[in-house]
C-alpha cells in the first residue's frame, strides 16, 4: 500500500470550504491532474457518512478503491453491477448498510430504464427490457458524480435519471463540468442544487447566457453573457487552476498528403466522392464528408474485409513517416500516441513493431493494468498508440514514467483532447511535458486546431469565478 497523500494549501483550503458549506453540495471543477478524487475522499473521512454512492465511469473504480484504502478508509468498498452479488449491493445500500458503494455510470443509466419493445416493418420486434431499479428509492449520505461533464445534457436518459436520487450531500467532480458549451453548465449544477437552480432551463438562459435565433433550429445559446457570473452565484464552488512548475511546450510539425491521399481529399472536398481504386466512397452527407476527410489525412484509406472504410496495414500515410521520424529523434524515450481514429491506431501499432500497444475501447481493463505496469521499463512497452476518448478518463501514473506525447489527430471534442492531455501533464510529472501535433496542410487539421483553441479560452473564461 502506497503512503498516505498530503493535502497541499490549495487542496486544504477546498476540503475546508466543503466541510464548511450548508448548501448540501460543493462542486469540485479543479482541472485534471489536481487532486479531486483525494479532496472529496478527505472530505468523507472527515465527515464519516455511513453510506457513499460513487457514480463514476467504469475505468476509474479500481482508482478510486486504491485512493480509499491510500487515505485510511477501513469500511467496505463494493461494487454495484450486473452480477449476481453487485445486484445484492443495490439492496444493502438502500437498506443503509454502511460502506462505499461503487456503480459505473452507464450501468446506472440502464438499470434504471424502461425501453419498451420495438415492431419492425418486416414484422420482427426488438425485446423490451424493464427498469432493474428506481434510484427513487436510495438516498445515501453522500452521493459523488465524477466526471460529472457527462450529463451536460439535460434531455439524456443519465440526467433524467440522477435527479431522482436524493443524498444528504452531493458532490460533482469535473474540470470541464459544462462540457464544451455554456448551456452545458445547467443539468449538472440542477442536481446538485435543485432548490437553488432555476428548474426551467430557457428562464436559466435567459438570466445568464447569450442566444441567437436559428430559422432552422429556433432559439441557441451561444456562450455566456457575463463570462464566469454563473460559477460566482454557485453556494459552494472550488476549482485549483494548475500548482504544476513543469510546463508543457507544444511543437507543430507539418506534413504534405502524398499525392494519392491530396488527390481522394479533394475529390471529396469538392464532389463528395473519392474513388479507391475501381470503388467509390460517397459522403451523402456534409458530416459523413468531414469524417472521410479525417480519415484520409491519417493515411489511404480503403475498403476492409467486412466491406467498411478504414485502412491497410501498409496504406501510405506521410504522418506515419513522421512519426517514425520523431520517435527517432527522440531516441528510446517512451511517447504517448494519441488520434481519435482506432482503427488508424492498430495500423500505427503494427507499423511501429513489437515496442508499441494499443490503448482504446477494444482493449480490456486488465490488460489496460498490464500495459500501465508495463510501460516505459526494461522489456515493457515503449509506445502507447491511444484514442483519445479511451484514454481521457481514469487513468493515473503514465506522467511518473513519460514526458512525450505525439499528436496523429484531434477529436473535434476539446474536452476529449484536454483529458487526454492530462495524462502526462498532471502532478507527479518531474519534466517538461513535450507535446507534437502533426498536421497536414491545406486540410481540416489546421481548422480544428484553431476552432478548440478558441472553444478552450471561451469555456476556460465562464469556468472561473468573475
Given amino acids: 500500500m502506497q503512503s498516505k497523500l498530503i493535502l497541499d494549501a490549495e487542496q486544504r483550503i477546498l476540503v475546508d470550504e466543503m466541510l464548511s458549506t450548508s448548501s448540501g453540495a460543493y462542486l469540485i471543477a479543479s482541472i485534471m491532474g489536481e487532486g479531486k478524487t483525494v479532496c472529496t475522499v478527505e472530505y468523507m473521512m472527515a465527515t464519516k457518512p455511513e453510506t457513499t454512492l460513487i457514480i463514476c465511469p467504469l475505468n476509474t473504480r479500481v482508482g478510486w478503491e486504491r485512493t480509499l484504502r491510500q487515505q485510511g478508509y477501513e469500511g467496505k468498498i463494493v461494487r454495484i453491477e450486473s452480477t449476481p452479488e453487485g445486484k445484492a449491493e443495490y439492496a444493502h445500500l438502500a437498506a443503509g448498510v454502511p460502506g462505499v458503494y461503487l456503480i459505473g455510470r452507464e450501468y446506472m443509466a440502464l438499470s434504471a430504464t424502461t425501453v419498451a419493445p420495438k415492431i419492425k416493418l418486416d414484422g420482427t420486434y426488438t425485446r423490451g427490457r424493464e427498469a432493474v431499479w428506481s434510484w427513487k428509492k436510495v438516498k445515501p449520505n453522500l452521493a459523488v458524480y465524477d466526471e460529472i461533464h457527462a450529463v451536460q445534457n439535460r434531455n439524456a436518459t443519465m440526467s433524467h435519471v440522477l435527479r431522482t436520487l436524493k443524498a444528504d450531500f452531493k458532490v460533482g467532480l469535473s474540470g470541464t463540468w459544462a462540457g464544451n458549451k455554456f448551456q452545458g453548465a445547467w ?237 502526462l501533464h498532471r502532478r507527479g510529472q518531474t519534466k517538461p511535458v513535450r507535446s507534437i501535433e502533426i498536421l497536414a496542410t491545406d486540410t481540416l487539421d489546421e481548422n480544428i486546431l484553431s476552432s478548440l483553441i478558441e472553444q478552450r479560452l471561451t469555456m476556460r473564461a465562464s469556468l472561473r469565478k468573475g
Avoid at 223 to 234: H, N, R, S, T
Avoid at 284 to 301: E, F, K, N, Y
Avoid at 306 to 313: K, Y
Avoid at 355 to 374: K, M, T
Wanted: overall charge negative; proline content about 5%; charged content about 25%.
Fill in 187 to 423: 443539468a449538472p449544477t440542477r442536481w446538485l442544487w435543485p432548490t437553488v437552480i432555476d428548474t426551467s432551463f430557457w428562464r436559466w438562459v435567459a438570466e445568464y447566457c447569450t442566444t441567437e435565433f436559428d430559422p432552422f433550429a429556433g432559439k441557441k445559446v451561444t456562450g455566456e453573457l457575463v463570462p464566469g457570473a454563473f460559477v460566482k452565484d454557485l453556494p459552494a464552488y472550488g476549482r485549483i487552476e494548475s500548482t504544476l512548475t513543469t510546463p508543457m511546450v507544444t511543437e507543430y510539425r507539418f506534413v504534405e498528403l502524398s499525392s494519392a491521399q491530396r488527390k481522394a481529399y479533394r475529390q471529396m472536398e469538392t464532389d463528395l466522392i473519392a474513388w479507391l481504386d475501381d470503388h467509390p466512397i460517397v459522403a451523402d452527407l456534409p458530416v459523413t464528408a468531414r469524417i472521410r476527410l479525417r480519415q484520409i489525412t491519417l493515411g489511404m484509406p480503403s475498403f476492409t474485409e467486412d466491406g467498411e472504410i478504414g485502412f491497410d496495414v501498409k496504406c501510405k500515410s506521410t504522418k506515419l513517416e513522421a512519426l517514425k521520424e520523431i520517435l527517432s529523434d527522440l531516441e528510446d524515450e517512451p511517447v504517448l500516441i494519441l488520434t481519435d481514429s482506432q482503427r488508424f491506431a492498430r495500423v500505427a501499432v503494427a507499423r511501429l513493431g513489437r515496442n508499441a500497444v494499443e490503448w482504446s475501447g477494444q482493449v480490456s481493463a486488465h490488460a489496460r493494468e498490464g500495459i500501465l505496469e508495463r510501460f516505459g521499463k526494461p522489456g515493457g512497452p515503449k509506445y502507447i498508440v491511444a484514442t483519445i476518448a479511451a484514454i481521457g478518463e481514469g487513468v493515473d501514473g503514465l506522467q511518473f514514467v513519460c514526458n512525450n506525447m505525439v499528436w496523429l489527430s484531434r477529436s473535434e471534442n476539446g474536452l476529449l483532447n484536454d483529458q487526454a492531455s492530462k495524462r
